[in-house]
């Protein structure tokens, strides 16, 4: 059994930060990409930025220069830093991982339960 569990959401003010965590739990052999999507409300689930198991990265235009992915995979863990943050922004934001639980078989994609981000003043 596999786990996410997403932590570091909030309220903040305009031009704020924060810093979402994920952290992968259960049976492991290994992961290959990690990142962030954001739903809000009344708008399609997109993606914000992942991060693949050699380190290459992608944001989505949104959010270049402002948010920053990174991993750290002896804790199966990818990490969101959020500056300058605008209020739309604002999303309900799920992590997800690309996860091989055992040492011959494919991947399957789990996904994090969610933390809110609220930007407003």
């Known amino acids: 059994q596999v786990q996410l569990v997403e932590s570091g959401g909030g309220l903040v003010q305009p031009g704020g930060s924060l810093r979402l965590s994920c952290a992968a739990s259960?049976?492991?052999?290994?992961?290959?990409?990690m990142g962030w999507y954001r739903q809000a409300p009344g708008k399609q689930r997109e993606l914000v930025a992942q991060?693949?198991?050699?380190?290459?990265?992608n944001y989505a235009d949104s959010v270049k220069d402002r948010f920053t992915i990174s991993r750290d995979n002896a804790k199966n863990t990818v990490y969101l830093q959020m500056n300058s943050l605008k209020p739309e922004d604002t999303a309900v934001y799920y992590c997800?991982?690309?996860?091989?639980?055992?040492?011959?078989?494919?991947?399957?994609?789990?996904w994090g339960q969610g933390t809110q981000v609220t930007v407003s003043s």
């Open positions: 997800y991982a690309n996860i091989t639980p055992r040492r011959f078989g494919g991947f399957t994609t789990y």
């Open positions: 991060n693949s198991s050699s380190g290459i990265t």
């Open positions: 259960g049976s492991i052999f290994s992961i290959g990409n």
